[in-house]
């Protein structure tokens, strides 16, 4: 076995400190008694082992200043001093970083500490945002992402200092991911002024919510029986409903159309249409329907023929038809039953050759029309130097009854119609629009400004006439067949 020689002067050197000459012997005594125990094996218990004797006697000496030296091997095994100067280095190695982490800890906890003050400050800034509180602008946003991405940067750094412990950092660098999310989903809902953009948007939704209940309600409009006039004047008309083409095709753009009205039999239906010649001027045929039905189906009752008319001013009253004698001043009286005229008469002063026609619709200097009250005609004369003239009408006699002078010049006006004894002017907003503004009452002879818009389907209203049977106006556009329902003021 090998043995490793151990230097045992510290015993020595302790015990000469006694001094003299009894030093010497008191470490022989010493050594004789503790040496024979130093060389004994004892196993882990600490027992005595039965082992060979390295020595008997020690051999020692006396340096030159009386220190007795000497030298005893020891078995490895009894003392590792190597071992235990060794594990002393390591420890204090180990004591060294376990002191440096930890003091890394406490700084670390402190910048936790810090940052998760700062995200519930921006946790609190967004919630205030996004609750519309504050108005906040672009510069807002980018300041907000400045400071996400500051603690993103930090967090990125922390993380792979703490390899065990970091679930604190990463639940810290999870808020910050939201964080940063939540901001630029509401970057990009507004860059400038989301409370007033939202202000708009609750308007915008209470105008819309209103719009949708009343077009929930709808309310009817209040209903007159025909052939009265116990309302207060037109209010308002509905969308055009087209009819059909005139019967002789798209190239007869001028005419008229319209129901007849029977107040002593108001359900009888009877149509008529009239297209004028190709040139806008000559009347000369005509056919009548018995129903709306036999109208839309090309059935007709009648096809008269007649002496020369003139204009797009026919109206049919009581089975008869009324129109304006061809390049004279005269009144005819036309039976579509009997097919034939029953009476011609001279509307004095009358202005005829195209002098104050209506704007658009030429050759229209005798416009004819029908009401609850009766049959009147619409005209000019130089008198009233191109003004409308109305006159009511006998229509047995075809006397003038009446007569109204207007302020209007008719040559402004698009068309006109009468009901309730009230007349109607219109005139061309645009090719697809037409108002009715302006109003003369004959009862009271009171004239005003009025603004109804009517839509139309091509560019020109060729005639207007009001049925007082069904309440509806009757239009000849472009050629079609139009109609229109009215309401009334109640």
Not at 73 to 88: G, R, S
Not at 166 to 181: C, D, P, S
Not at 283 to 303: G, P, V
Not at 447 to 471: A, F, V, W
Request: aromatic residues 12%; glycine residues 6%; contains cysteine.
């Amino acid at each position: 076995m090998k043995h490793t020689p151990v230097a045992v002067l510290f015993l020595i050197q302790g015990m000469s400190a006694l001094g003299g000459t009894t030093a010497a012997a008191g470490v022989t005594s010493y050594l004789s008694t503790m040496l024979p125990y130093l060389t004994q094996t004892r196993d882990m218990n600490g027992e005595l082992r039965t082992s060979p004797k390295f020595f008997a006697n020690v051999s020692g000496s006396v340096n030159e200043e009386g220190t007795c030296q000497c030298s005893v091997y020891l078995p490895d095994t009894t003392f590792p001093v190597q071992k235990v100067e060794q594990l002393e280095i390591i420890s204090a190695t180990l004591t060294q970083k376990f002191e440096a982490e930890l003091s890394k800890v406490t700084e670390y906890s402190q910048k936790i500490e810090l940052y998760q003050q700062q995200i519930l400050n921006l946790t609190i800034r967004v919630q205030q945002v996004e609750s519309g509180g504050v108005s906040y602008t672009e510069l807002d946003f980018q300041l907000l992402k400045v400071e996400i991405n500051d603690l993103e940067r930090l967090v990125t750094q922390l993380k792979p200092s703490l390899i065990e412990s970091n679930a604190i950092v990463e639940q810290i660098y999870l808020e910050i991911t939201n964080l940063t999310i939540l901001v630029n989903e509401l970057e990009s809902l507004d860059k400038n002024n989301v409370l007033a953009i939202r202000r708009q948007i609750v308007a915008l939704q209470n105008r819309l919510k209103e719009c949708e209940e009343n077009a929930t309600k709808t309310t009817p409009p209040p209903y007159f029986p025909p052939g009265t006039c116990v309302h207060r004047g037109l209010m308002n008309v509905s969308q055009p409903y087209v009819a059909k083409l005139n019967w002789r095709g798209f190239s007869y753009k001028y005419g008229s159309w319209g129901r007849d009205y029977y107040p002593s039999n108001p359900e009888k239906e009877l149509y008529w249409v009239a297209p004028l010649h190709t040139n806008g001027r000559y009347f000369e045929t005509f056919r009548i329907y018995s129903s709306f039905d036999d109208l839309i189906l090309f059935k007709y009752t009648y096809e008269r023929s007649v002496t020369y008319g003139e204009g797009s001013g026919p109206a049919l009253y009581k089975n008869h038809l009324y129109y304006h004698g061809y390049n004279t001043r005269y009144l005819v009286k036309y039976d579509v039953k009997t097919n034939r005229e029953v009476l011609r008469k001279e509307l004095p002063g009358v202005a005829v050759g195209n002098r104050f026609s209506y704007a658009g619709v030429a050759w229209q200097d005798i416009d004819f029309a029908v009401d609850e009250s009766g049959l009147w005609v619409i005209y000019s004369t130089e008198n009233d130097v191109g003004n409308i003239v109305i006159s009511k009408l006998n229509e047995t006699t075809l006397d003038v009854l009446n007569t109204w002078q207007t302020r209007q010049y008719r040559p402004s006006v698009s068309n006109a119609f009468m009901v309730c004894g009230v007349l109607y002017a219109t005139r061309p907003l645009s090719t697809k629009k037409e108002e009715i503004f302006y109003m003369y009452d004959t009862r009271t002879g009171q004239e005003g400004r009025i603004s109804i818009i009517m839509d139309k389907k091509l560019d020109t209203i060729q005639s207007i006439d009001y049925s007082p049977t069904d309440q509806k106006l009757y239009v000849y556009n472009n050629g079609y067949l139009v109609r229109y329902d009215v309401t009334f003021q109640p």
